[in-house]
């Protein structure tokens, strides 16, 4: 059986935050015709089950960055979690830097509270002084990143550590592009950790034994799924390592240039049921001319 990853923010996500119609039909059709469908995402298991469930979907879920693998009926297949060790290492280094951060278990994303308020009224401050296109989209992906589900407000990352939870996830949160290459920099020095970014204003930190694409080939093991013809959609630098695992590695309209160009194909943006376009001419053609635009 050969399968499709779908990653969820900027690819099956519209700007409503939502699956649209066409975009669960599509899905539907290639579950129909024996197509193991995927959803690949930074996001919390807990947060992609309630956004599935609305939809009416049902699918395997690599959920924080690879971090986790779920299966349709919600039982955990595989897991890589942080050293606890290095989270307190990480987490305090991010205190010491005023960083606002989220660190993601399986059953909650942890935050403090004084820093999430910081965050959001900066938030708040950006959209009062308006801008051009880039700004607005900072934003908007910053809006969209806080309207995840299963928040837990802390007084101090003390009260993080505390916690009884293997921690897969902390993403690193700033609208100060020097800083956060700082923050990137430092923790791409660290030998057992993975760091990539989902938007523009973050970065996020994984165990090295933790990607997408580690993830998929983790699935394939586990299951009677294959590579060979697989194809993974996506936007962003945290989709670099599905693409890599995948025949058919689809870039979404909206995507930057770098991942376009890294990419075999690409097709609409997110608000114009892209997914549902590749997913049709996946059927339709297996056989398709790089970087064409369908």
Known sequence: MSLIAIDLDGTLLNHQIEISEENIKAIQFAQENGIEVVISTGRAYFDVRRICEKAGLSTVVIGTNGATI???DEMLLSAAAIEKNEVQSILQWLDEWNFYYEVFTNKAI??????????????????????????????EEAERQLDQYGY????????ILKQKEDFYNIVVCSF??????????????????????????????????????????????????????????????????????????????????????????????????????????????????PNTIY
């Open 70 to 72: 779920h299966s349709k």
């Open 110 to 139: 942890y935050t403090i509270r004084k820093d999430r308020e910081n965050f959001d009224h900066e938030i708040q401050m950006m959209k009062r002084a308006g801008g051009d296109g880039n700004r607005n989209e900072l934003v």
């Open 152 to 159: 837990v407000f802390v007084e101090n990352y003390h009260d």
């Open 176 to 289: 100060d592009e020097k800083k956060l290459e700082e923050s990137r920099k430092h923790f791409q020095e660290y030998g057992s950790l993975t760091v990539v970014s989902s938007a523009h204003h973050n970065i996020e930190i994984t165990s090295k034994y933790a990607s997408k694409g580690i993830a998929l080939e983790k699935l394939c093991s586990l299951t009677n799924c294959s590579l060979e013809y697989a194809m993974a959609i996506g936007d962003s630098d945290n989709d670099r390592s599905m693409f890599q695992k995948v025949k058919y590695s689809v870039a979404m309209g909206n995507a930057k240039r770098e991942i376009k160009e890294i990419c075999t194909m690409a097709t609409l943006k997110n608000d114009e049921d892209g997914v549902a376009h590749a997913i049709y001419r996946y059927f339709n053609n297996l056989v398709i001319q």
